[in-house]
């Protein structure tokens, strides 16, 4: 038990580090990306091409993973907090909203249909 929660602090200082690392690298470099945005892209790659070992942070990812709806709450209870928004921005925010949903899923579909024929998934 204990070699478990070690190991899941231990995967948890790893995703957190890559984090800090885009937000660093996005930082220094003026990137248009925001830091969490370019560490994600960076744990891609370091996944893809293998350099980071998945079991590396496979139980800490899919324990962040199966909890996702906890990490949504601080964003909705933001968003509820917006007393002071006019109609045309609520129109305008649900428009971003809406679209942003659709292109993260059809993003997300088409990634995963793309490494299912390559093996990958």
């Known amino acids: 038990m204990l070699k478990q929660v070690f190991i899941f602090i231990f995967q948890l200082c790893l995703l957190w580090s890559i984090y800090y690392a885009g937000v660093l690298l996005s930082h220094q470099f003026n990137l248009i990306l925001p830091g969490n945005v370019t560490g994600m892209v960076m744990l891609f790659i370091l996944l893809y091409f293998k350099i980071l070992p998945f079991k590396w942070v496979e139980k800490t990812g899919t324990f962040a993973v199966k909890h996702l709806g906890l990490l949504f709450i601080p964003f909705c209870a ?37 490494l299912h024929k390559k093996g990958e998934v």
């Open 78 to 114: 933001g968003v509820v907090l917006l007393d002071g928004i006019t109609g045309q921005s609520l129109l305008l925010l649900l428009m971003i909203i809406t679209l942003s949903t659709i292109i993260g899923i059809l993003t997300a579909g088409k990634s995963f249909q793309w």
